[in-house]
T-cell receptor
Framework: NAGVTQTPKFQVLKTGQSMTLQCAQDMNHEYMSWYRQDPGMGLRLIHYSVGAGITDQGEVPNGYNVSRSTTEDFPLRLLSAAPSQTSVYFC???????????FGEGSWLTVV | AQSVTQLDSQVPVFEEAPVELRCNYSSSVSVYLFWYVQYPNQGLQLLLKYLSGSTLVESINGFEAEFNKSQTSFHLRKPSVHISDTAEYFCAVSAGNQFYFGTGTSLTVIP
C-alpha cells in the first residue's frame, strides 16, 4: 500500500549544488503537487500538475523546476540550492484537482 | 487568490476537556474545505472534509467541523480530547486547481 513515495527522506546540500527530490504515486492520480513547510508559514505550493505533460507554478516557484513525463512521477529539481531553501518538502497527489490530496512522508532538506 | 486564517497558533488543553480550533477563509467562489492532521515527523493526513450536503461533518476519531458559509468559517471541535490528539492541525481550502493551507494550530493535550 505505497501511496505517495518521496526520496530521499533527508538530504544536506552545499550552497550552489543541484539535486532532485523524487516523488512517485501508485494510485493513478492525475493531480500532483509539491509543497514546502516552514515554521509559522504552513504549507506553500511550489508547483503542481493536472496531468502528464502539464505543469504550472504555485505560490513560491522560484528556484525550483518540475516535469511530469508520466502519470506516476513528479520530480522536483533544485537548480542551485540556497540556504533559504532549507525546508521540509511534501509531495501530494489527488484523483483530480479540488479533491482530497494525499501526502508523502516528507523530505527534510538542509542547505549549508 | 484565496486565504485561510487559523486564529490560534497554539492551543493547550487538558485531557478530556473540549476543544475548538478556529478556521476562517476568504473566497468569492465555491470552495471545498478540509482539515488535516500532522503528527511529528510525518506527512499530513486527512481528518475530515466538506464538499457539499450537510454542513456538519465528522471524523472517525470524534472530531467534527461545521461549514458556516455566512461567516466563512470551518471550525474544528472535539468534545473530549485524548493525549493522542496532540498534533498540528491544518485547515485547507480547495479552489480551482490549488489548495490553500492555513499556518496551522498546534494542539497540546495536557495529562
Amino acid at each position: 500500500n505505497a501511496g505517495v513515495t518521496q526520496t530521499p527522506k533527508f538530504q544536506v546540500l552545499k550552497t550552489g549544488q543541484s539535486m532532485t527530490l523524487q516523488c512517485a504515486q501508485d494510485m493513478n492520480h492525475e493531480y500532483m503537487s509539491w509543497y514546502r513547510q516552514d515554521p509559522g508559514m504552513g504549507l506553500r505550493l511550489i508547483h503542481y500538475s493536472v496531468g502528464a505533460g502539464i505543469t504550472d507554478q504555485g505560490e513560491v516557484p522560484n528556484g525550483y523546476n518540475v516535469s511530469r513525463s508520466t502519470t506516476e512521477d513528479f520530480p522536483l529539481r533544485l537548480l542551485s540550492a540556497a540556504p533559504s531553501q532549507t525546508s521540509v518538502y511534501f509531495c501530494a497527489s489527488s484523483p483530480y484537482s479540488g479533491n482530497t490530496i494525499y501526502f508523502g512522508e516528507g523530505s527534510w532538506l538542509t542547505v549549508v | 487568490a484565496q486565504s485561510v486564517t487559523q486564529l490560534d497558533s497554539q492551543v493547550p488543553v487538558f485531557e478530556e476537556a473540549p476543544v475548538e480550533l478556529r478556521c476562517n477563509y476568504s473566497s468569492s467562489v465555491s470552495v471545498y474545505l478540509f482539515w488535516y492532521v500532522q503528527y511529528p515527523n510525518q506527512g499530513l493526513q486527512l481528518l475530515l472534509k466538506y464538499l457539499s450536503g450537510s454542513t456538519l461533518v465528522e471524523s472517525i476519531n470524534g472530531f467534527e467541523a461545521e461549514f458556516n458559509k455566512s461567516q466563512t468559517s470551518f471550525h474544528l471541535r472535539k468534545p473530549s480530547v485524548h493525549i493522542s490528539d496532540t498534533a498540528e492541525y491544518f485547515c485547507a481550502v480547495s479552489a480551482g486547481n490549488q489548495f490553500y493551507f492555513g499556518t496551522g494550530t498546534s494542539l497540546t493535550v495536557i495529562p
